[in-house]
């Protein structure tokens, strides 16, 4: 796996693609995650620019030493980055990894990070070193919930106080999909096919 990871492929969605992230991406980053409504619901600190080039230096380097990270979601025509999605860890002793994502506001409801996800999961159940991957959602963030719920996440449990954010300490979700599931959810949407005689 070392290899694969330590170049991200780039993925094609509709509209948009999973792509490794760059230094250059830093502005829109930046520039999404400014704005207060991404980062209500999240534990994200209030940021400064330097904050998120350190962040994307640190995704970086992770996939460079053969860790699971983050990929940037750009526009498939300006390239422009809107949003982020992958893993803030990963355990390869326990073959888990954590994932987390976030998306600029005016792409919100337009079904891309759903499109995202599945690719990443798709992609990351192809590996041969993970059987699962958990979330952790803020109790109040009804918009992530569902989106791990229609992507075959299940609700596992409640954290309380799990992580203070802004000052705030916050209860948190956590939401698991083991490869198990994720491979028999596959099983059942692929079409029936026809019986032989
Ligand atoms: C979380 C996030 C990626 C979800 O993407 P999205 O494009 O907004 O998701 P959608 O608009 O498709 O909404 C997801 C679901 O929540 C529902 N929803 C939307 N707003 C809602 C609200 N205020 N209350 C309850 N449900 C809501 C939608 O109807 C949809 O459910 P459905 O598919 O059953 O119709 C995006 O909102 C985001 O980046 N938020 C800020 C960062 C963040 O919270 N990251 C996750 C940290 S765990």
């Known amino acids: 796996m070392a290899d694969e990871t330590r170049h991200p492929p780039t993925i094609d969605l509709q509209g948009a693609r999973l792509r490794p992230l760059r230094m250059s991406d830093a502005a829109a980053f930046y520039a999404y995650l400014r704005d207060p409504a991404v980062t209500e619901l999240t534990s994200y600190p209030v940021v400064s620019l330097p904050m998120v080039e350190a962040m994307i ?13 983050k990929w940037g979601i750009a526009l498939q025509h300006e390239d422009q980055l809107v949003g982020t999605c992958g893993f803030n860890e990963w ?25 995202a996800v ?14 699962r991957v958990h979330a952790y959602v803020r109790v109040d963030n009804r918009r992530s919930e569902r989106l791990l719920q229609r992507s075959g996440f299940v609700r596992e ?29 596959r099983l059942d949407s692929e079409p029936t096919k026809p019986a032989s005689r």
């Open 157 to 185: 449990g409640c954290l309380r106080r799990y992580r203070i954010a802004r000052g705030q300490p916050h209860d948190f979700y956590i939401y698991g999909l083991l490869r198990s599931d994720w491979e028999a959810a």
């Open 91 to 115: 355990s390869k002793v326990h073959r888990w990894a954590e994932l987390a994502y976030d998306l600029a506001q005016a792409h919100w409801g337009t079904g891309r990070m759903r499109q």
């Open 57 to 69: 230096e640190r995704y970086l380097r992770r996939w460079a030493e053969g860790e699971l990270s």
């Open 118 to 131: 599945d690719a990443v999961l798709q992609w990351t159940y192809q590996q041969d070193q993970i059987d």
